[in-house]
């Protein structure tokens, strides 16, 4: 039923797509499970409803159920530290000769 394996970090949280067979279905399971949804829902060709929802790899037998299919999309945590990593560290300004200048007003203090 799922696509999901559980290599991530335990506390990790996993961009999932959630499938289901009909709006009933999927309105009942992100009650039940009061998940983090991202986007809005979306509707197949076929008549499936789905979202994007974020969890854990704890949680995905929670989502998992008769009627709904669970897709791993990627790790957002994962995504994060990468991002974070692409950050520079330093203070940009600190040289004297690398002060901001412009048409703005210089407020003194």
Do not use: W
Not at 48 to 64: H, N, Q
Not at 77 to 98: C, I, K, L, M, N
Not at 100 to 107: Q, S, Y
């Amino acid at each position: 039923m799922s696509a999901v394996p559980n290599e991530p970090h335990h506390d990790d949280i996993l961009r999932l797509r959630v499938t289901a067979r009909d709006q009933d279905t999927l309105r009942a399971l992100l009650r039940d499970t009061r998940s983090d949804t991202g986007g809005r829902p979306y509707v197949e060709a076929d008549g499936r409803i789905g979202i994007d929802v974020y969890a854990t790899a704890a949680k995905v037998p929670t989502l998992e159920r008769e009627g709904v299919t669970v897709t791993r999309i990627g790790n957002a945590s994962e995504a994060g530290r990468a991002a974070q990593a692409e950050v520079g560290t330093g203070d940009r300004f600190a040289p004297a000769d690398a002060v901001p200048r412009g048409l703005a007003a210089k407020l003194a203090g």
